[in-house]
Every structure is written in structure tokens, then in C-alpha cells.
């Protein structure tokens, strides 16, 4: 079955760093778009970052993260990376990873289960 999986989120101090890891299974990894998004309590979930597929050659970031997260890929690993440095309170919310196929005559997409960031001092 499709999974995917978050982990290293936690508590970090504002300025802090920590990189989060979304482990897929079920699916071609590496023909997959995939994001993160994240969900702060009582809005709505936005999306972060983007990063193609087949190795990831382009990526994209919502302004509020630019210049301090960074989205990579590992095919072989079936693993997507969000890389958060220069951490603040506002990055605080549950963290998803999420996998998007676009091809003629289909359309596919998974979610995983999301991990919490806490930044606080």
C-alpha cells in the first residue's frame, strides 16, 4: 500500500535548524512532484516548498520560506527533504508530504500523516 511517512519534526528554539524526512513506499517515487505543506493551528493548510521529479531539478518556495528552507529528493532512497534554517514561531504547525502524478488519462495523489514543528523558546 502507498505510505508516506514524516519524521524529524520536534521543538527548536526560533533560529534553530531541523530537517524533516518523508520516507515513501507503494508508489514510483522518483515520477512523482512532490511538496510539503504545513498546517498552523486554526488556519488553513498552505503550501511550502515543491520539487519535481526525476531528480528534482526544479523547485519552487512559498515567500515566507525562502532563503531559509530547502526542498531535496533522494530517488534512490525514496526520500523528499525540507532542509528549515533560521527557524521562527511562525513555522510552527504540522508538517505534510504530499505526491502528485500528473500524466494523460490519470491523476494521482498521496498524503502522508505529518509531523510536529514546534518553535518556541
Known amino acids: 500500500q502507498v505510505q508516506l511517512v514524516e519524521s524529524g519534526g520536534g521543538l527548536v528554539q526560533p533560529g534553530g535548524s531541523l530537517r524533516l524526512s518523508c520516507a515513501a513506499s507503494?508508489?514510483?517515487?522518483?515520477?512523482?512532484?512532490m511538496m510539503w505543506y504545513r498546517q498552523a493551528p486554526g488556519k488553513e493548510r498552505e503550501l511550502v516548498a515543491g520539487i519535481s521529479s526525476f531528480g528534482g531539478s526544479s523547485t519552487n518556495y512559498a515567500d515566507s520560506v525562502k532563503g531559509r528552507f530547502t526542498i531535496s529528493r533522494d530517488d534512490a532512497k525514496n526520500t523528499l527533504y525540507l532542509q528549515m534554517n533560521s527557524l521562527k514561531p511562525d513555522d510552527t504547525a504540522v508538517y505534510y508530504c504530499?505526491?502528485?502524478?500528473?500524466?494523460?488519462?490519470?491523476?494521482?495523489?498521496?498524503w502522508g500523516q505529518g509531523t510536529q514543528v514546534t518553535v518556541s523558546s
Open positions: 504530499k505526491a502528485v502524478l500528473l500524466t494523460i488519462g490519470t491523476t494521482k495523489s498521496y
Open positions: 507503494g508508489f514510483t517515487f522518483s515520477v512523482y512532484t
